[in-house]
């Protein structure tokens, strides 16, 4: 499966952002599919998924202001950010897991100004 991660930019604080990761085959059996994050100089963190039960998991630093989402149809997952804050400034990256391998997007780059 190929991910495409799409949807991030320059915000500022406060702001809301709407990130998509387009997969090339259908999700609907997938049972993890998750985003990412990694800021310069830090190690890459979850930042949330989704099961295929729509259960969902978020990192403490997001909850209440990050929301994520899948559409089987569209093959898609979505992180939904809000107010957003600068140190959510990171590169996003969506994974998911297949037959015990990790597949990752190319990573989608978000700037929150102050």
């Known amino acids: 499966v190929q991910l495409q991660a799409s949807g991030g930019g320059l915000v500022q604080a406060g702001g809301s952002l709407r990130l998509s990761c387009a997969a090339s085959?259908?999700?609907?059996?997938?049972?993890?599919m998750g985003w990412y994050r990694q800021a310069p100089g830090k190690r890459r963190e979850l930042v949330a998924f989704?099961?295929?039960?729509?259960?969902?998991n978020y990192a403490d630093s997001v909850k209440g202001r990050f929301t994520i989402s899948r559409d089987n149809v569209k093959n898609t997952v979505y992180l939904q950010m809000t107010m957003l804050k600068p140190e959510d400034t990171a590169v996003y990256y969506c994974?998911?897991?297949?037959?015990?391998?990790?597949?990752w997007g190319q990573g989608t780059q978000v700037t929150v100004s102050s």
């Open positions: 994974k998911t897991v297949l037959a015990g391998y990790d597949y």
């Open positions: 085959g259908s999700i609907f059996s997938i049972n993890f």
């Open positions: 989704i099961t295929r039960a729509d259960n969902t």
